[in-house]
């Protein structure tokens, strides 16, 4: 599907086949010297028809074509590497570009989940299963890095990054003032909360995503394009959703660690979740991966937060309430 949503600027649907995502909104902003590729896909057929057919609608030659990346994940990045050439300039926010570059092995991830309790003869199949290991890049674009402020103009527009972290480590949003319009990545979601998940210590990541959407909340956006679902109109309503959904998982995580102290997968498996399924035990091991890793985000909040403490035994990390 190939829309136009303003003189210069149109959405294509990339389909993301077995994903309850559905697809990525790539938005191509059309420009007479270089047109920009905001979000691309997964590296696979699907994503890269979709692309090329879109852009050929749209009269769009990849020669003349540049792309901003909202952040790391493999649905808006690995389709890129199919599509750029040597004279492509890739724009990423610093934080994750340094991430990709100096991406080595999951080895370190593993090791993290194994800690906070997912069961060993999960994760092997958790990580062939996921999206970046199936459908990630095979090779990095020479990328340019991206920070707070950068502008982009464009086909009439005058976008400026608006850094959001908290759903990756450098999520960063793209602002047109002059029209109130927000391309948000993953940062705001219509129908869906995005996930806010964690992989490593040293950071904490639902406070950088709180924080993120109290930034947005000052500024005046009237249109907000998503890069999964639906456009949406009310991006204040939304980011108060999104603040309430939080404070009540906070609260949904608090009420479990009663009953006495919690890896992060066993507190994963204790939390309400919207997945057609009769038990935890019962999802698909990377809802579980998904599940078990914003758990681990909101323990940490809440364990800077002081209101939960932290125990090593044997190997493996707990939580109990303080």
């Known amino acids: ?11 294509i649907e990339i389909p ?5 995502l559905g697809w990525v909104n ?34 769009i030659d990849l020669e003349n074509c540049d792309f901003y990346i909202t952040h790391l994940h493999a649905d808006h990045f690995a ?10 300039k890739v724009y990423m926010n610093e934080p994750d570009k340094t991430y990709l570059e100096n991406w080595s092995s999951w080895e370190p991830i593993t090791k993290f989940y194994a800690m906070h309790g997912f069961p060993a003869d999960e994760i092997d199949l958790a990580i062939s299963s996921h999206p970046a290991q199936k459908y990630g890049s095979d090779r990095l674009p020479v990328m340019s890095g991206v920070k707070e402020g950068d502008s ?8 400026t990054a608006v850094a959001t972290p908290g759903h990756t480590p450098g999520h ?3 602002y047109e003032p002059e029209k109130k319009l927000l391309i948000s990545g993953d940062h705001i979601l219509t129908d869906i909360t995005p996930n806010i998940g964690c992989w490593s210590d040293g950071i904490n990541p639902l406070k950088l995503y709180l924080e993120s959407l109290e930034k947005i909340y000052r500024m005046r956006v009237d249109v907000v394009l998503p890069g999964h679902r639906r456009i949406l109109n009310d991006c204040r309503g939304r980011i108060e959703e999104l603040r309430q959904h939080h404070i009540e998982r906070l609260d949904e995580v608090l009420s479990i660690l ?3 102290p919690l890896s992060g997968y066993e507190t994963a498996s204790r939390m309400s979740w919207d997945i057609d399924s009769s038990s935890f035990s019962d999802f698909p091991v990377q809802q579980k991966w998904f599940a078990t890793s914003e758990a681990i985000a909101h323990l940490q909040y809440l364990e800077e937060e002081e209101k939960i403490l932290r125990h090593e035994q044997g190997g493996r990390r707990l939580f109990s309430l303080a």
């Not at 993301?16 to 309850?20: A, Q, T, Y």
């Not at 010297?33 to 009269?59: F, H, S």
């Not at 389709?79 to 492509?88: G, I, P, R, S, V």
């Not at 982009?152 to 976008?159: D, K, L, P, S, Y």
């Open 172 to 174: 960063t949003c793209l």
């Open 152 to 159: 982009f103009g464009r086909g009439g527009f005058n976008f």
């Open 258 to 260: 009663g009953s006495g």
């Open 79 to 88: 389709l890129a590497q199919l599509l750029f050439d040597e004279n492509t």
């Open 26 to 59: 790539s938005y191509i902003v059309k420009d007479p010297t270089r047109n920009l590729i905001i979000d691309t896909g997964l590296n696979r057929k699907e994503c890269l028809d979709a692309m090329l057919a879109g852009l050929a609608q749209i009269g």
């Open 16 to 20: 993301l086949p077995g994903s309850p």
């Open 1 to 11: 599907m190939v829309e136009m949503l303003f003189p210069n600027l149109y959405r």
